[in-house]
Every structure is written in structure tokens, then in C-alpha cells.
């Protein structure tokens, strides 16, 4: 059976409309990806790395500068209309809808695109807002409803249509713990149930949320594939080094901590407000421990607290990117 | 094209038509906005004919221009710009990745305009007959229905190659609206029979459907005038029309597919805020 999704050497260049517009942005750079059918699968990449680009090429709705990319085995430049039959998609923060109509007048109307018949459509949309815990909201206009609410009904839209591959763009983006939680849940047992073949494909910059839904992550930065395997896999990438995190009072000079031995890879965070500074290492000798509790004290700081952790996704993507998410 | 991908497509015409609809239910505000305040403009000009002492006709044919605005505007505002409007909310994408024909989506919105549309325009048409007393007598109301329908089916699809143009429109969108507004109401004679631009300017006018439309509609209400007034007999512009309706709709769906081929490969399709 071909892969839910697969991608070769596939490239996007955006060129600018007029010279004085800047640069041509090379969003996604010889990309090669395989999905197989029934993965939760995880894109995850800080914001302008290329997951949005990469989702865009994958939906039909933009063009590969070169290279190839196939979704359930057809070609989404010339096979578009296939591909369409099989996916869909919901991005975070989306407005789409009218808010005239009510929230289950929006998602039969969205159905309707699919040929669904309303009889299904409708059995579908009350099932799903229940288990959402919307249904009492079913019969209220979309202008009226809190962006939680209505971001559990564009995912519900886009699993309405009962897709093969749903395409997930930054799902609970700005969403508080309960509706994240809810939406997590939701597409981790439609991923799961049994005797389907149903694939997700997740752009996050959430690193908690990759390592807690998806059965392989891939990690993207400048458009580019850096790994891509399990999360506990890509743990292992850092497992034989330390992971070391410090907060102390505000470090002004962090050059000092450029050259110390055994220090693979480190980032730091400000909070001006509190006067903290937050440093993580991934070191490669322990001794190095030292090392740095003395630069920082040399720097004229103190240290507020210090702990060694196990490695997380985020130490993945450190030691990777050599740089944090934020 | 199998039974099942027609009735897929038609599907989504209702879809996208429903909004629309439901519209002129949920937001009674449009009898005010837009049925008495384009009355105040068309009683502009029945006072000047009355003031001039022009024939009595030209009342009427004032009145059936102003309703006929409605549809003008309805293209412009409701159909031309929509998809702009569309990308920006974030809804087209999601049209764009719908597995049914971008044309059913257009047909959609111009079902549901049409239907509101007819709303507004009758309530203009109605309410300005009775309140300036306008006498109609109409000839043949299967030709009137006729000419009433083709040109719909033209302008409408006007409306849906005009959609497909502005596709990758920022703001431009906007402007090109309004700059296609006030001059097509003097070209097509909105308020005057189009012959008294001159031939040459009247036929040029003709490719706008509303145009011939409308001065059918005037003959065919007043048909005692149609000598003088007519531009071209009924008939004549009843198969122009269906020429129109055909030209629109073929280059519908030609702009249309130019434009998503374009849009993806330059990445303007869905970029907002341009």
C-alpha cells in the first residue's frame, strides 16, 4: 500500500514580487518525508521554519518550486483532484465560517463540499459536538462563540468529513489547558480506533503536545529536515549527554559560557521583569558543571536554582538547531 | 461526469447558497439599507422628469433601473470581491481543498445572491410602483421571464469570471469595485434608455448583460415606447444575451483555473493582508 504521505527532495522557493521586496525565501529545502497509513505523525519547528509551507503543498494549495510530493500515492500537482477526495484541513486561530449562521449550520454547510448527504452530516456534527461538549452550542451563531469554542468546531470540521489524511496546522494554538486537551484527545482516539487506516499529519511548536501524540516526529528548521524518528528515539539523540538548567539573576555577558569544555550546545532566556535569566545546557562531560556555575559567578551573577533533567524533546531540538524555540 | 459527482456538486451549491439565503432572514436590517435608502436615489430622478414633464414612462423606466442596481452591486460586492473577502476570513482555502468544482462554489454564491438579490430588487420595484403610481403594461410575460432569466444567467456569470479575476486581488479589490460602480450605472442607463448614449456607446455598453437586460425589460413593460426608446428589438437582445451567458460562463471557468494555477505557484492564494 502506498505511504499516507510521502515527499522527495521536494523544495519551495518564494520569490518576492518586486526586487525591493527583499530576498527570495527558500521556505522548504530538499525534503524528503515518508508517512505510512495510520500514523499520528509530528512536524515540529519553530514559527517560519516551513511546516505551514510544507502542509500548503501537501493540501494542493501551493505549488512545489521542485521536486515531488505524493499523498495517498497521488501526485499533488497533477493528481490534485484525488488528493482532495482524501484529505482535509484545520489550521489554529482560523476564523473560517460565517457567523450568521449557527455552529451547526457551518459545519452541514462545510459538509455539503464533500457531497456528504445532511442525514449523515447531521448524525456526524451532533456525535462530534457531544463528544466535544458543544452540543448545547450547536443551535448558536458562530459570532457568539469564545475562541476556544470555536476552535473545537473548525476541528470538528475538519473531521466531519471522515478524511484519510487530516492535515493539523498548529491545532491549539492560543488555546487554553482544557480546550487543548480536548482537541488532543479527540485526535488521538480517531487516530487509534481500530480497523482504520486513518492518518494525521501535526505541524506544532508545542513540544509537549509532538511528544505526547505522535508516533514519529520530524524536526524542521529553515526548511530543512534535521531528524525524524520516535520521540523516544530522538530522545536517545541527547541520552548520553546532560541536560542542565540554571535560572539565575540577570547574566549581561553570557560570551563567557561560549567556550567552556565539555558545553554542546546551550540557550538563555531573559525575563527583565524578575531579573532572572534562564539557562539550558546540553553538555557532553559533566565536568562541565563546574565550569559553568563558576562562569556565571564570574558574570556577576547569582544562581537562583539548578537542576540536571532528563532529556526532552526541546534538548532534541537544541542540540539539533543549536538554538530554543522561543 | 457520474451521477454521483454531480449530485456531489450539487451539494455544494446548496451549501454555499445557504448563508446567503438565510441572510435575508436572519439580518432584517437590509429592507432599510437597502431597499429605502436606493429608493431615496431613484425618487432623484422621477423629480426631474416630472419636473421636466417628461413622458410618463420614464418614471417606470427609472424605477426598473434603480431595482435593477441591486443586481449590479449584488456582482460587484457580493460576487466580484468575495473571494477576497473569502481569503481573508480564511474560508477559501478551504473551498480550494474541497474535492467538488470551484464552479459549483461560485454557482453557489451566485444562487444565493440571485435569490436575495431577486428579494431586494422586487421590494424596490414593488414599493417604488406604488408609491410614484407607475402604470405598467406589460406585453408578453413569457418574454419578459425570459429576458429576466438570461440576463441573470449572463451577469451571473459575469459575476463568477469577474470572482475568478480577482482571485489573487489584495486591496485592489476594493478599488477596482468601486471604480466599476457609478461608471457602469451611466453606461448601462441605470436611469435613462441606453440609446441616448448613441449606437456606437450603447453597444459597447452591450457587453454588460444588465444593459441589454434592462432595456429589454423596458420594452417589454412599455412596449408602446420601444420606437423610440428600444435600442435593439427584444428578440435580438434575448440571443446576444445568450451569447453572453455562454462567453461569461466558458471564461469563467478558464480565468478561473488560470488564476488557482497561478495563485499556488506564486503562493499568493492564501496570503493575506496584501
Same mark, same amino acid.
Given at each position: 500500500?502506498?505511504?499516507?504521505?510521502?515527499?522527495?527532495?521536494?523544495?519551495?522557493?518564494?520569490?518576492?514580487?518586486?526586487?525591493?521586496?527583499?530576498?527570495s525565501?527558500?521556505?522548504?529545502?530538499?525534503?524528503?518525508?515518508?508517512?505510512?497509513?495510520?500514523?499520528?505523525?509530528?512536524?515540529?519547528?519553530?514559527?517560519?521554519?516551513?511546516?505551514?509551507?510544507?502542509?500548503?503543498?501537501?493540501?494542493?494549495?501551493?505549488?512545489?518550486?521542485?521536486?515531488?510530493?505524493?499523498?495517498?500515492?497521488?501526485?499533488?500537482?497533477?493528481?490534485f483532484?484525488?488528493?482532495?477526495?482524501?484529505?482535509?484541513?484545520?489550521?489554529?486561530?482560523?476564523?473560517?465560517?460565517?457567523?450568521?449562521?449557527?455552529v451547526?449550520?457551518?459545519?452541514?454547510?462545510?459538509?455539503?463540499?464533500?457531497?456528504?448527504?445532511?442525514?449523515v452530516?447531521?448524525?456526524?456534527?451532533?456525535?462530534?459536538l457531544?463528544?466535544?461538549?458543544?452540543?448545547?452550542?450547536?443551535?448558536?451563531k458562530?459570532?457568539?462563540?469564545?475562541?476556544?469554542?470555536?476552535?473545537?468546531?473548525?476541528?470538528?470540521?475538519?473531521?466531519?468529513?471522515?478524511?484519510?489524511?487530516?492535515?493539523?496546522?498548529?491545532?491549539?494554538l492560543?488555546?487554553?489547558?482544557?480546550?487543548?486537551?480536548?482537541?488532543?484527545?479527540?485526535?488521538?482516539?480517531?487516530?487509534?480506533?481500530?480497523?482504520r487506516?486513518?492518518?494525521?499529519?501535526?505541524?506544532?511548536?508545542?513540544?509537549?503536545?509532538?511528544?505526547?501524540?505522535?508516533?514519529?516526529i520530524?524536526?524542521?528548521?529553515d526548511?530543512?529536515?534535521l531528524?525524524?524518528?520516535?520521540?523516544?528515539?530522538?530522545?536517545?539523540?541527547?541520552?548520553?549527554?546532560?541536560?542542565?538548567?540554571?535560572?539565575?539573576?540577570?547574566?549581561?555577558?553570557?560570551?563567557?559560557?561560549?567556550?567552556?569544555?565539555?558545553?554542546?550546545?546551550?540557550?538563555?532566556?531573559?525575563?527583565?521583569?524578575?531579573?532572572?535569566?534562564?539557562?539550558?545546557?546540553?553538555?557532553?562531560?559533566?565536568s562541565?558543571?563546574?565550569?559553568?556555575?563558576s562562569?556565571?559567578?564570574?558574570?556577576?551573577?547569582?544562581?537562583?536554582?539548578?537542576?540536571k533533567?532528563?532529556?526532552?524533546?526541546?534538548?532534541?531540538?537544541?542540540?539539533?538547531?543549536?538554538?530554543?524555540?522561543? | 461526469?457520474?451521477?454521483?459527482?454531480?449530485?456531489?456538486?450539487?451539494r455544494?451549491?446548496?451549501?454555499?447558497?445557504?448563508?446567503?439565503?438565510?441572510?435575508?432572514?436572519?439580518?432584517?436590517?437590509?429592507?432599510?439599507?437597502?431597499?429605502?435608502?436606493p429608493?431615496?436615489?431613484?425618487?432623484a430622478?422621477?423629480?426631474?422628469?416630472?419636473?421636466?414633464?417628461?413622458p410618463?414612462?420614464?418614471?417606470?423606466?427609472?424605477?426598473?433601473?434603480g431595482?435593477?442596481?441591486?443586481?449590479?452591486?449584488?456582482?460587484?460586492?457580493?460576487?466580484?470581491?468575495?473571494?477576497?473577502?473569502?481569503?481573508?476570513?480564511?474560508?477559501?482555502?478551504?473551498?480550494?481543498?474541497?474535492?467538488?468544482?470551484?464552479?459549483?462554489?461560485?454557482?453557489?454564491?451566485?444562487?444565493?445572491?440571485?435569490?436575495?438579490?431577486?428579494?431586494?430588487?422586487?421590494?424596490?420595484?414593488?414599493?417604488?410602483?406604488?408609491v410614484?403610481?407607475?402604470t405598467?403594461?406589460?406585453?408578453? /410575460? $413569457?418574454? *419578459?421571464?425570459?429576458? !429576466?432569466?438570461?440576463?441573470?444567467? +449572463? @451577469?451571473?456569470?459575469?459575476?463568477?469570471m469577474? =470572482? #475568478?479575476?480577482?482571485?489573487l486581488f489584495?486591496?485592489?479589490?476594493?478599488h477596482m469595485?468601486?471604480?466599476?460602480?457609478? /461608471? $457602469?450605472? *451611466?453606461?448601462?442607463? !441605470?436611469?435613462?434608455?441606453?440609446? +441616448? @448614449?448613441?449606437?456606437?456607446?450603447?453597444?459597447? =455598453? #452591450?457587453?454588460?448583460?444588465?444593459t441589454?437586460?434592462?432595456?429589454?425589460?423596458?420594452?417589454?413593460?412599455?412596449?408602446?415606447?420601444?420606437?423610440?426608446?428600444?435600442?435593439?428589438?427584444?428578440e435580438l437582445?434575448?440571443?446576444?444575451?445568450?451569447?453572453?451567458?455562454?462567453?461569461?460562463?466558458?471564461?469563467?471557468?478558464l480565468?478561473?483555473?488560470?488564476?488557482?494555477?497561478?495563485?499556488?505557484t506564486?503562493g499568493?492564494?492564501?496570503?493575506?493582508?496584501?
Amino acid at each position: 500500500m502506498e505511504p499516507a504521505v510521502e515527499t522527495r527532495s521536494l523544495t519551495r522557493v518564494f520569490n518576492p514580487k518586486k526586487k525591493k521586496e527583499g530576498k527570495s525565501v527558500r521556505a522548504l529545502d530538499l525534503v524528503n518525508l515518508k508517512i505510512e497509513r495510520g500514523e499520528l505523525f509530528g512536524l515540529l519547528g519553530p514559527n517560519g521554519a516551513g511546516k505551514t509551507t510544507l502542509l500548503k503543498i501537501l493540501s494542493t494549495l501551493l505549488l512545489p518550486t521542485s521536486g515531488k510530493a505524493f499523498v495517498s500515492g497521488f501526485d499533488v500537482e497533477n493528481e490534485f483532484v484525488e488528493v482532495r477526495k482524501r484529505i482535509n484541513m484545520v489550521s489554529g486561530g482560523e476564523i473560517s465560517g460565517y457567523g450568521l449562521l449557527t455552529v451547526r449550520e457551518n459545519l452541514w454547510m462545510f459538509s455539503q463540499f464533500y457531497g456528504i448527504k445532511s442525514a449523515v452530516a447531521y448524525e456526524r456534527i451532533d456525535d462530534m459536538l457531544s463528544k466535544f461538549g458543544m452540543l448545547d452550542k450547536r443551535t448558536e451563531k458562530v459570532r457568539t462563540l469564545s475562541t476556544g469554542q470555536r476552535q473545537k468546531m473548525n476541528v470538528i470540521r475538519g473531521f466531519v468529513t471522515d478524511p484519510e489524511i487530516l492535515f493539523l496546522d498548529e491545532p491549539t494554538l492560543g488555546l487554553d489547558v482544557n480546550a487543548s486537551r480536548v482537541i488532543r484527545d479527540f485526535i488521538v482516539d480517531w487516530v487509534r480506533k481500530k480497523d482504520r487506516d486513518k492518518t494525521v499529519l501535526l505541524t506544532t511548536h508545542y513540544m509537549a503536545e509532538a511528544d505526547q501524540l505522535c508516533d514519529r516526529i520530524a524536526i524542521i528548521d529553515d526548511g530543512r529536515i534535521l531528524a525524524c524518528d520516535t520521540p523516544e528515539n530522538l530522545k536517545k539523540l541527547v541520552k548520553a549527554s546532560t541536560t542542565l538548567k540554571l535560572d539565575v539573576t540577570t547574566l549581561k555577558d553570557k560570551r563567557i559560557l561560549d567556550t567552556i569544555p565539555g558545553v554542546e550546545k546551550f540557550t538563555s532566556t531573559d525575563d527583565l521583569e524578575n531579573n532572572i535569566t534562564s539557562l539550558r545546557f546540553v553538555l557532553n562531560d559533566d565536568s562541565a558543571v563546574s565550569d559553568i556555575v563558576s562562569g556565571v559567578i564570574r558574570g556577576g551573577s547569582k544562581i537562583l536554582a539548578l537542576r540536571k533533567t532528563e532529556p526532552t524533546l526541546e534538548d532534541v531540538f537544541i542540540k539539533l538547531v543549536g538554538k530554543g524555540f522561543e | 461526469m457520474s451521477e454521483s459527482w454531480i449530485i456531489q456538486n450539487l451539494r455544494a451549491v446548496r451549501g454555499r447558497a445557504y448563508p446567503r439565503i438565510l441572510g435575508a432572514q436572519r439580518e432584517p436590517s437590509w429592507i432599510f439599507f437597502d431597499v429605502v435608502l436606493p429608493l431615496l436615489g431613484v425618487a432623484a430622478y422621477v423629480y426631474v422628469y416630472k419636473f421636466m414633464n417628461a413622458p410618463s414612462e420614464f418614471v417606470g423606466f427609472v424605477i426598473l433601473g434603480g431595482a435593477m442596481t441591486a443586481f449590479w452591486l449584488n456582482i460587484l460586492w457580493s460576487m466580484a470581491s468575495q473571494l477576497y473577502w473569502e481569503k481573508e476570513t480564511g474560508n477559501l482555502s478551504l473551498y480550494l481543498i474541497a474535492p467538488v468544482s470551484r464552479l459549483s462554489i461560485l454557482a453557489g454564491m451566485a444562487v444565493g445572491g440571485l435569490f436575495f438579490t431577486t428579494l431586494r430588487a422586487s421590494s424596490t420595484l414593488i414599493i417604488g410602483i406604488v408609491v410614484f403610481s407607475v402604470t405598467l403594461s406589460l406585453s408578453s /410575460p $413569457i418574454m *419578459l421571464i425570459a429576458i !429576466f432569466t438570461v440576463t441573470m444567467i +449572463a @451577469l451571473y456569470g459575469m459575476g463568477m469570471m469577474f =470572482a #475568478s479575476l480577482y482571485l489573487l486581488f489584495g486591496r485592489e479589490a476594493y478599488h477596482m469595485s468601486s471604480l466599476m460602480t457609478e /461608471p $457602469i450605472y *451611466l453606461a448601462s442607463g !441605470f436611469y435613462f434608455p441606453v440609446k +441616448a @448614449l448613441g449606437y456606437w456607446a450603447a453597444a459597447g =455598453a #452591450s457587453i454588460i448583460p444588465i444593459t441589454l437586460g434592462l432595456d429589454g425589460l423596458r420594452q417589454l413593460f412599455y412596449p408602446s415606447t420601444s420606437a423610440e426608446y428600444g435600442f435593439l428589438p427584444v428578440e435580438l437582445e434575448l440571443a446576444m444575451l445568450a451569447g453572453l451567458s455562454v462567453l461569461f460562463l466558458f471564461l469563467s471557468k478558464l480565468s478561473l483555473d488560470y488564476m488557482e494555477k497561478l495563485g499556488k505557484t506564486t503562493g499568493r492564494l492564501t496570503l493575506r493582508w496584501q
